[in-house]
Every structure is written in structure tokens, then in C-alpha cells.
């Protein structure tokens, strides 16, 4: 039986959503530690999450590859929020 890749990919953006402070003041995240700018990791992440969002509301199926590597760069950047003490 084939996986539901879009259903767990929705569940990946849905727990980062919930992990991932993305909702922090700008002056929260520039005002420390500054290891591989948090500010644009966010952003990046953001960006990312927004668009595969986008991409499943119209229908489109990721691969498992695509899924993997959404899991790797979130965990990626949250291992950077965690070395500038964001987490």
C-alpha cells in the first residue's frame, strides 16, 4: 500500500508550524547570539512551508524525496535557532 505523502506532508508543515517560533519579534531574533542569521532562516522557512502549502491546496503530490528534504531543512534551521539560544 502506497503512503499519503501529501497527508504527511501537511502534518510536517502543520508540527514545524507549531515548533518553529515564527511569530517572534524581529528585534527578539536580531538582538542576541548571530549564527547563520536566524532572521533569514525564518524567512526562508517560512517562504518554504507557504509555498508546498500552496502547492498541496492545488493539488499537487510531493515525493518522498521532497518531503525528506523539507524535514531535513527544518530541523536544519531549528538547530540554528537553538545555537542562538531562539529555542
Known amino acids: 500500500m502506497k503512503p499519503d505523502v501529501s497527508k504527511a506532508m501537511r502534518q510536517l508543515i502543520r508540527d514545524v508550524r507549531k515548533t518553529i517560533p515564527f511569530d517572534m519579534p524581529v528585534a527578539q531574533v536580531c538582538g542576541g547570539l548571530c549564527v547563520g542569521c536566524p532572521k533569514k ?47
Open 41 to 87: 532562516l525564518l524567512n526562508y522557512l517560512e517562504d518554504e512551508l507557504a509555498r508546498w502549502q500552496s502547492c498541496l491546496d492545488d493539488g499537487a503530490v510531493p515525493s518522498l524525496g521532497d518531503l525528506n528534504r523539507l524535514g531535513r531543512c527544518s530541523q536544519k534551521v531549528y538547530s540554528a535557532l537553538q545555537k542562538n539560544q531562539l529555542v
